[in-house]
């Protein structure tokens, strides 16, 4: 029942910028805190920004290594959560998943989590 679609990655110079956005159905995201998370190969997949559901006023939070950079922003009516990414940094480099948090489950009878393809960011020169 759960899809997830991320898009908007590419390869960018450092101090590039890059608007990531994300796409999905079966789950209402409204009622969801929704974040991206991020993961490089051999790495555990690390949480990167969050925001609250409306019902908690969507409060956002980020790690301490984007804060200033990142602007998670959801848009509820169409499913849909966007994370402007500025002075992209090298170590930005990694594979960007939309989900919920906690992450969705594939089904709403389900214990494993559902996850999408995510879109690669590579920030090099």
């Known amino acids: 029942q759960v899809r997830l679609a991320e898009a908007g990655g590419g390869l960018v110079q450092p101090g590039g910028s890059l608007k990531l956005d994300c796409v999905g159905s079966g789950r209402m995201f409204s009622l969801n805190d929704m974040a991206w998370y991020r993961q490089t190969t051999g790495k555990e997949r690390e949480l990167v920004a969050r925001?609250?559901?409306?019902?908690?006023?969507?409060?956002?939070k980020y790690i301490e290594s984007v804060k200033g950079r990142f602007t998670i922003v959801r848009d509820n009516t169409p499913n849909r959560l966007y994370l402007q990414m500025n002075s992209l940094r090298p170590e930005d480099t990694a594979v960007y998943y939309c989900n919920a948090d906690p992450p969705f489950h594939a089904t709403y009878e389900s214990t494993a989590e559902y996850w999408g393809h995510g879109t690669q960011v590579t920030v090099s020169a």
């Open positions: 925001i609250s559901s409306i019902t908690t006023g969507e409060e956002i």
